[in-house]
């Protein structure tokens, strides 16, 4: 027995070196294959952020755009109503002269009559 266990000895201390052997060929196998899809997801990720980049820079390109074409659109609306508020102001200050001066009695009473009311709330 002694010979035959004196026998499996070497090749046991073998078949462990082999085991070894094995599993740092497939330990870096597996970092070398684990490193190349870094890699590549890497790329990918790179890939996607510049496409990303573009999207958002069209994307911001045409909402400056539509922007400033709603400004432009808002600022000739306010201007045409401007301008028509300032017709209807200057119209309405032409026909009050008028009137004062159709009837200033009536509008000298009343302008004293307002003031009255205005002194009684003041002094309240």
Known sequence: MSKSASANTPSVSEAANDLRSAAGDKANEMVNSAESKAVQLKGRAIESAKQFRSTAQDKATELKAVASEKATHFKESASEQWSETRDK?????????????????????GAMGVGFLIGLIVRR
């Open 89 to 109: 102001a200057q119209e309405m200050h032409v026909s009050a002269e008028d009137y004062v001066r159709e009837h200033p009695t009536k509008c000298v009473l």
